[in-house]
């Protein structure tokens, strides 16, 4: 479990999801959360992005900080053991 626990924080720190995707792709805890972890990366990627436009950035900004709140409730759920999905994208599965 210690293991799928360092797997599961990697797939909440950006870039480094693309460890838990290669690395423990047998490990259902941490395939969880990678999946969680890759959706609420490229919802950054793309707000991120977006911000730069005027006037409507704003919003986007609102939205690449709130992906960061998810990175930090993502992380507390694998250190509490639970596959609890993120609020809003929590039913995004990209990863089966």
Not at 3 to 13: D, E, P
Not at 41 to 51: E, K
Not at 63 to 71: E, G, K, L, N, P
Request: hydrophobic content about 60%; proline content about 4%; aromatic content about 12%.
């Amino acid at each position: 479990m210690k293991n799928s626990k360092l797997m599961g924080v990697l797939a909440y720190l950006g870039i480094f999801v693309l460890v838990p995707l290669f690395a423990a792709k047998d490990d259902p805890f941490a395939r969880f959360h990678t999946n969680q972890g890759l959706v609420n990366f490229i919802v950054a990627i793309i707000a991120g992005a977006l911000s730069a436009i005027p006037f409507i950035g704003i919003v986007f900004s609102v939205v690449a900080f709130v992906t960061f709140i998810f990175q930090i409730i993502g992380i507390i759920n694998v250190c509490k053991g639970e596959t609890k999905a993120l609020p809003l994208i929590g039913g995004i599965q990209l990863i089966k």
